[in-house]
Structures are given as structure tokens and as C-alpha cells.
């Protein structure tokens, strides 16, 4: 199975875009933005959700650690 959430690689300013299920959620520029979208979309556990697990996420270029 595919992952439910792709970050896409940063852009010019350090935002990524955030897809859930296919859906464009906005444009994330730090771990609290993407785990506001995570709220918004009312994934379970968003609070403390590994933001590494490749089950659940999909990072396109740099992984979590970047955004710049």
C-alpha cells in the first residue's frame, strides 16, 4: 500500500507541499505545520505520529529533518 501523506521536496522558501489521500492540504514550513494539517485531517495520533514511518509518509527529496 502506498503511503497516505507525500511531502513534496522544499521549495525556494523551505515550504513543502503537503498531499493526505491524494488531496493537496497547503504548504508546510516546519514539523508543526505538517502536524496541523495532520489535525485538521483528523489522522489518529497526529500529535505524536512518527514522522518517519514510510508506511504513513512519503518524503520526496530531503526527509524530515530538512526544510530549507
Do not use: C, Y
Not at 501523506?5 to 522544499?10: K, L, S, T
Not at 522558501?13 to 488531496?23: E, P
Not at 502536524?35 to 514522522?51: A, I, N, S, Y
Amino acid at each position: 500500500m502506498d503511503p497516505r501523506i507525500v511531502m513534496h521536496a522544499p521549495d525556494e522558501q523551505g515550504g513543502r507541499r503537503v498531499h493526505v489521500d491524494g488531496t493537496i492540504l497547503g504548504l508546510a514550513h516546519s514539523k508543526r505545520d505538517l502536524r496541523e494539517f495532520l489535525r485538521r485531517v483528523e489522522l489518529p495520533g497526529w500529535e505524536d505520529v512518527d514522522l518517519t514511518d514510510r508506511s504513513l509518509f512519503k518524503w520526496e527529496g530531503p526527509g524530515s529533518e530538512s526544510w530549507a
